[in-house]
Structure formats: structure tokens, C-alpha cells
């Protein structure tokens, strides 16, 4: 009877169930209870004969085994990102602690929306869609968002799928590639269930901290207000204002950026397309993906936890996209800082608006934990790094032209500010003036080209009855 190959568990015991092989037993509940260890080849069999923490182990296969499934799946071929997999992560993240609101919450959010409109009103020119501030739950919120989302990150999901197909498939040794079959399909598939993976982690962060639809400058939900009342509640800890002060404060915020998205309808596309297209265009570094895969040790405990953590798939950015990051962050900077100045303006009558709206200025500008892991997988920031020079510009512009004449800015692209205007505020009408009487001395010319008052320019210099034309010597 031919011998079995040596198992290399540490203890030699050639007993299945032994605990202290926990590999055998993550390959065992991965691949059926039909998998024997000794089928792998003896490089890899070597190495997952390894001893490794008992709780990273158990995380290690939990993870594992999502995303075996999730790759197996008939559905995770559909596009770059396994959204399955993305929800089910997030849901992780916020589930525990995700009340439904109660009749009184709701109550003080109708009432904090009626007066915000009001106040609202006597700020901006910018009238109400009439939509009222909707009350959300953390899960409704991921709802409500899911399809902006997609947008903005499939683009560069789709490059990341790439980049680990490639990279997974060199990396493989010879004598697995048979065993295989479609591997191109299999590592395209991971690699949209590993991005789904980390996005689903990232926005179940963000799911717990974000405290209504526009509160990372993007309109997520469309122009539909509405808030996460448990992260204002947990917002509002500590700051030691009152309760329904911090709600209405916010609830301002949330009513002036849904007014300002739905009064100027080009700058919501505008954003979101921005995003989009920096995203779509985003170079992937495929060396330090092949490095990652190269260095990864099975025998380490922590080896997928580490493929899966943050960074590894940051993009590394082109000045194109340098360029195109900093116009994103100064149409950001515009909108938060209009938003800044007109809650300003809103909420006078608040005791604690001052504290607010630095406290506010302040968690935009540094962002948090969940801003930071979405950074790091799509490289992209959306912090407004001027709020406060934009912020200024735009009271300028209150002194100077008053609600109206501030709001008129909005009125097209071409008239928004830029960045030369947050550094000189004062200087922006001047600006402006000067730029519209080149334009018009532009157009009075090309209206006379056009009516054909040029037409006679070339012949008459050339007329040999013009006194002024000298005689042809050869004459």
C-alpha cells in the first residue's frame, strides 16, 4: 500500500481534526470537506503547515472564505466591484449599533427642518425643492447613496481588476496553473471581490460617521435632504450644546447644500463627473501590485489580512490627475465655503453658532478614520483644503452685491471663482470687469469680420492710386 506523503504538521500528527493545523481546516470549510492538503504541491503544502495566531487565523478564514465565495459566485463576474460582498462588509460595520429612530427624534428633526427653511429663506436666494429633511438610519443612508458610489469607484475598480489579474497570474506556480481552469475569470473575480471588500469596510466607516447626504461635499443622496440622526446624536456628544441646537445647526447645513445642488443643476454633474473621470483615469502601479503578490507568506497569519488592509492598491497620480484634483478640490472648497457663510448668515440667532460652525470647519478640513480608508483606496480626497479663503470670498461678495448679487455667481461655470479669487477676494469684481470688456472688444470684432467690415483692408493697401503707396523704381 503506497504511503501517504509527510503532512508537515509541526507535531507529525496526521490527524485532520488536529486544531493546531488551522490552514488544513481553512482549506477544508473553503474547498468542500474533500480537500486534502497533501494534493497541494510541496511548496505550498510546506508553507501551510505553518503555526499562526488562533484569532487572526479565525478573522484570516472568515475572510477567506467571503471572498472564495464571493469569487465562486455565478453573480461576481458582473462588473469590477462584487457589490454583494461591499454591502455585506458594510453592514458588518454598523449594524450593531444602528437604532430606528423614535417618534420624539422624529418629531424635533420635522420641527428643526421647518425652522431651518425659514432661516433659510432670509439667506440665500435659493429656494426649497420642498422637499422635507428626510430621517435616515445608517443602513438607509448606504441606501439611499449606493448609486453614486458606483459612479465614482468603479472606474478605478475596473483598473484594480486588471492590475491583480495580471499580476496574480504570473506570480502562480507552473504546476498550479492546470488546476486552474479560467484563470483569468477567477482572479478577475477576486479582484473585484477583494476592492468589494475594502469598499464595503470604508463606506460601513463612513455609514457611522457621515451625518447626512452631503456631508463630504458630494450630493450623494441627489437633492433630497436628510440625516443619519444617530451620528448627529453621537456628533453632538461632548460638545456640551444643546441637544436640538447641534440638530438644527446641522439640518441648516444639509437644507443649503440640497438648495444650492438643486438651484444650480450644472454643478452637481460637474462634481460627480470630476470625480468620475479622475477616478477613470487614474494610473494603477502595476510593480507594487506584483510586489505585494510576490511577498505574500501563507505561513503569515496576517499575509491576506495585510493584501486586503489599506494602501495597497493606492493609485499613484499623473500631473494630468494632479491637475484635475486640484480644480475638484477648488469647486469643493467654492461650495463649502458658500455653505459656510450662508448657515452663517441662517443661524445668528443661535446661541452657539460660532462654536458650531468652527467645530464644523474644522472636521471638514481634517476629515476621519472612514474619509481616510476610502482615501487610501481610490487615492482621492474630498476635502475642501480652502474653506476658509473660500468662505471669505463669498462675505465679500455679500458686502459687496448683497444675497442676490452674491448668489448670481452660480448663475453659469464661466463665472465661477478661482483660485487667484480666494487668495484676493477684493480683487474679483475688478477681475471680472476686466474679462468681460476683452470679451466684448473680442466680440465687436468678430462681429465686423463677420458683417464683412474687413473686406476692403487688403485692396486698398495695394491701390496705385494711393499717394501714400511709393513709385516702383523699375518704373
Known amino acids: 500500500m503506497a504511503q501517504n506523503p509527510p503532512n508537515n504538521r509541526p507535531n507529525g500528527d496526521d490527524d485532520e481534526n488536529n486544531p493546531q493545523d488551522p490552514f488544513s481546516a481553512m482549506f477544508g470549510q473553503l474547498f468542500g470537506g474533500g480537500f486534502d492538503p497533501n494534493d497541494l504541491p510541496p511548496q505550498l503544502r510546506d508553507a501551510l503547515g505553518a503555526q499562526g495566531d488562533p484569532a487572526a487565523m479565525q478573522k484570516m478564514m472568515q475572510q477567506a472564505q467571503a471572498m472564495m465565495s464571493a469569487m465562486m459566485s455565478n453573480n461576481a463576474s458582473s462588473g469590477p466591484v462584487n457589490w454583494k460582498l461591499a454591502s455585506d462588509t458594510a453592514l458588518q460595520a454598523y449594524a450593531s449599533d444602528d437604532p430606528a429612530v423614535s417618534d420624539a427624534r422624529n418629531s424635533a428633526i420635522s420641527d428643526a427642518s421647518n425652522l431651518s427653511g425659514l432661516w433659510l429663506d432670509n439667506a440665500t436666494v435659493f429656494e426649497s425643492n420642498g422637499h422635507a429633511t428626510e430621517v435616515w438610519t445608517r443602513k438607509r443612508w448606504y441606501d439611499k447613496t449606493l448609486a453614486t458610489w458606483k459612479q465614482v469607484t468603479e472606474p478605478v475598480a475596473e483598473s484594480v481588476a486588471k492590475a491583480i489579474t495580471t499580476a496574480m497570474k504570473d506570480q502562480i506556480p507552473e504546476e498550479m496553473k492546470g488546476m486552474l481552469g479560467n484563470a483569468d475569470g477567477m482572479f478577475r473575480n477576486l479582484g473585484a471581490s477583494m476592492f468589494g471588500m475594502q469598499l464595503g469596510t470604508a463606506l460601513g466607516g463612513l455609514a457611522t460617521d457621515v451625518l447626512g447626504g452631503t456631508d463630504i461635499g458630494l450630493p450623494l443622496a441627489g437633492t433630497t435632504p436628510g440625516i443619519i440622526a444617530t ?59 506584483e510586489d505585494a503578490v510576490r511577498g505574500i507568506d501563507p505561513s503569515n497569519p496576517e499575509a491576506l489580512q495585510s493584501m486586503l488592509g489599506e494602501g495597497l492598491f493606492t493609485p499613484q497620480r499623473t500631473p494630468a490627475q494632479e491637475k484635475a484634483l486640484e480644480n475638484l478640490e477648488l469647486t469643493l472648497a467654492l461650495i463649502e465655503g458658500w455653505v459656510d457663510h450662508v448657515v452663517s448668515l441662517a443661524a445668528q440667532n443661535l446661541p452657539f453658532a460660532g462654536h458650531l460652525r468652527e467645530t464644523m470647519r474644522r472636521r471638514r478640513a481634517s476629515g476621519g478614520p472612514a474619509e481616510t480608508a476610502f482615501v487610501s483606496l481610490v487615492g482621492l480626497e474630498l476635502r475642501p483644503r480652502k474653506l476658509r479663503e473660500a468662505a471669505a470670498l463669498w462675505e465679500h461678495l455679500y458686502d459687496e452685491r448683497g444675497i442676490d448679487g452674491r448668489d448670481a455667481v452660480w448663475d453659469h461655470p464661466d463665472l465661477m471663482p478661482t483660485a487667484e479669487d480666494l487668495t484676493d477676494p477684493q480683487g474679483f ?47
Not at 474679462?435 to 496705385?464: I, Q, Y
Open 231 to 289: 451620528n448627529v446624536s453621537k456628533f453632538g456628544d461632548g460638545l456640551e450644546i444643546p441637544e436640538q441646537e447641534v440638530l438644527l445647526y446641522v439640518i441648516l447645513r444639509e437644507n443649503a447644500h440640497t438648495r444650492l445642488f438643486n438651484r444650480v443643476p450644472w454643478l452637481s454633474s460637474k462634481l460627480i463627473g470630476a470625480v468620475e473621470s479622475y477616478a477613470r483615469g487614474i494610473h494603477i502601479d502595476m510593480s507594487r501590485i
Open 429 to 475: 469684481t475688478h477681475r471680472r470687469a476686466v474679462a468681460a470688456t476683452e470679451f466684448d472688444d473680442f466680440d465687436a470684432a468678430l462681429g465686423k469680420l463677420l458683417d464683412g467690415g474687413f473686406d476692403n483692408v487688403d485692396s486698398d493697401s495695394e491701390d496705385d492710386d494711393d499717394p501714400g503707396k511709393p513709385e516702383d523704381p523699375k518704373s
